[in-house]
């Protein structure tokens, strides 16, 4: 007990020194001024509402009919759209340059992104169920569509990833990074929710795959595990000059991307129907229907 007493003797110094390193390194910790951080677990059960929105049956009450699906998908939506609602307020405000409590425009903008939102779930689900299409017949080992939907962690990842872009793309910060981020711990694919992917997207396997935030991805395209879609290294000064610019690879239709495959540059398109075998490095442009490997 002797020892516990000359440990807890050292904290108040340790705690001196950690708070004066709060206004140093401020970056690292976020202001303590009343404008909480939007909450990572809040922004997990988002997510969870949403799939059992988009894939009513597979998640979710499993005693969901046809007499009570209404009812079901109508308090899913209720719910998920008052607490994005209010995580978006919260990521919106963080970064808000104007003063004081409560902000009028960040609350507008919450809702804007919302309503636009919740006006693209019915094409949404319209996009993933080609997406799981592409997984089952681009897998002869799936026995099924179900399968594909319970098991397969791509399809988790694209899903989580389509739901994240669509928030990008309307303005939400932060949020949307959090939720591919979270597919990311669970599946090891990492895409990035500002990257632009058509439908009928398949990742077989996943682990390991990174699609960066500037990529573009055409129709029909198919990656396997370990692909990472790329920016070539830069220097801090060359970073903050290409913050914003196209700086990942395009991949056009129909093309099929094997194991471990590094495609890297701004500049560097895969063209139409091109198949790019495991394990190669590219950062130059490959014509349509073109064959590489090692």
């Not at 507008?108 to 006006?119: K, N, P, Q, S, Y």
């Not at 595990?225 to 790329?230: A, D, F, S």
């Not at 471990?260 to 063209?271: E, F, H, K, Q, R």
């Amino acid at each position: 007990m002797s020892g516990m007493n000359e440990i807890r003797r050292q904290i108040p110094g340790v705690v001196d020194a950690l708070l004066g390193t709060y206004d140093r390194h401020g970056g690292t910790s976020h202001n303590l001024s009343g404008r909480p951080l939007p909450d990572r677990q809040v922004v997990a059960a988002i997510l969870d509402d949403l799939l059992e929105v988009l894939y009513p049956g597979y998640y979710g009450p499993r005693e969901m009919t046809e007499d009570n699906v209404r009812y079901y998908v109508g308090e899913r939506v209720d719910r998920l759209a008052f607490r994005l609602r209010r995580e978006l307020y919260r990521a919106l405000h963080h970064r808000c340059v104007k003063p004081g409590g409560d902000c009028v425009t960040c609350h507008a903008g919450a809702d804007r992104i919302v309503v636009t939102f919740l006006g693209k779930l019915a094409e949404l689900r319209r996009v993933l169920a080609k997406d799981v299409r592409a997984g089952f017949e681009g897998d002869p080992a799936a026995t099924g569509l179900d399968e594909i939907i319970f098991c397969y962690p791509g399809l988790y990842a694209i899903t989580v990833y389509r739901i994240a872009h669509i928030i990008h793309s309307a303005g939400g910060p932060i949020i949307p990074r959090m939720m591919t981020e979270l597919a990311h711990s669970r599946t090891g694919v990492d895409i990035h929710p500002g990257a632009s992917i058509g439908e009928s997207f398949f990742i077989d396997h996943g682990t390991g795959v990174v699609i960066g935030e500037t990529t573009l991805i055409g129709e029909r395209v198919r990656l396997y595990q370990g692909v990472t879609l790329g920016a070539l290294s830069l220097s801090a000064t060359e970073t903050e000059t290409l913050r914003g610019h196209k700086r990942h690879p395009t991949i056009e239709d129909e093309v099929v991307i094997y194991a471990n495959a590094t495609i890297l540059g701004g500049d560097t398109i895969i063209g139409k129907g091109a198949v790019i075998g495991g394990n190669v490095w590219i950062t130059k442009s490959i014509a349509a229907g073109t064959r590489v490997t090692l």
